[in-house]
């Protein structure tokens, strides 16, 4: 039989590199994203990678015993296009959608980097699949040296206003206009009888004690209190008044 044929085995060693080296460098982003603390770890990435290069493998050799065979045509893609379209269905599953974020779409897109990697291994690309490894922990490294750069601050504003004035236009209108972007407003149901209380998250690159000022000028605010993140010291003023236009900060 044909299962019994030294060649056969032969044949089947031979591709054993391909499948060592996708191990080895799926292993490597694994690694990376397991000590980075996320969804998806080494485990994920290396039978992704491995998994990927034995469908490649099986794709352009799996059947080469029916080549001979008459009435019966071959495409060694259909095998690797399955899984370009396969792969989508485990990284939707790492994605989590949350009411404020999307977490996973770094380590989604690492995984289907992982696969390609593993479909370049197993095709016999080695050097494409080392140059695709490299590029990955050149963005990930990348990431945070812009995070660093970039000089966005979030904060976290909570006023409170007089209902029934159309303050809340005003109120948008001033921190827009002072290079900051709403993510999310929400009302909460603790303010006094007449008043209304919002907290407002937003983020830029404007100050944020010029943004409570701006803010507390404006007629029919009572409060304002914003929390700017990235800063490790909380100071509360006094300046505590109770009439329109005034201003409490905690930073």
């Known amino acids: 039989m044909l299962?019994?044929?030294?060649?056969?085995w032969l044949r089947q060693l031979e591709h054993l590199p391909e499948l060592g080296i996708a191990l080895v460098l799926s292993l490597l982003i694994g690694l990376e994203r397991q000590f980075r603390g996320k969804e998806a770890g080494v485990r994920t990435h290396a039978l992704v990678g491995l998994g990927a290069a034995l469908f490649m493998v099986v794709s352009k050799f799996g059947f080469m015993?029916?080549?001979?065979?008459?009435?019966?045509?071959?495409?060694?893609?259909r095998v690797a296009a399955q899984i370009v379209s396969g792969i989508g269905f485990l990284g939707a599953g790492i994605i989590v959608f949350r009411a404020d974020a999307v977490r996973g779409l770094t380590t989604a897109a690492a995984v289907w980097l992982t696969a390609a990697i593993g479909m370049a291994s197993g095709a016999g690309l080695f050097l494409v699949a080392g140059v695709a490894t490299v590029g990955h922990f050149i963005v990930v490294l990348v990431g945070p040296l812009l995070r660093k750069m970039d000089r966005r601050s979030a904060a976290e504003l909570e006023v409170e206003y007089l209902d029934g004035q159309g303050l809340l236009r005003d109120i948008v209108a001033e921190i827009t206009r002072g290079n900051w972007n709403i993510s999310g407003i929400r009302t909460s149901e603790e303010a006094e009888p007449g008043y209304v209380d919002v907290s407002i998250s937003a983020q830029g690159v404007g100050a944020a004690d010029e943004l409570v000022r701006v803010l507390s000028e404006l007629d029919g605010v009572r409060t304002v209190d914003?929390?700017?993140?990235?800063?490790?010291?909380?100071?509360?003023?006094?300046?505590?008044?109770?009439?329109?236009?005034?201003?409490?900060?905690s930073r």
């Not at 015993?65 to 893609?77: G, Q, R, T």
């Not at 700017?228 to 900060?249: I, K, L, M, Y």
């Open 65 to 77: 015993d029916l080549i001979a065979v008459n009435n019966i045509s071959i495409d060694p893609s």
């Open 3 to 8: 299962i019994f044929e030294t060649e056969t």
């Open 226 to 249: 914003v929390r700017v993140s990235g800063r490790s010291r909380r100071r509360r003023p006094g300046s505590s008044r109770t009439g329109p236009g005034s201003a409490s900060v």
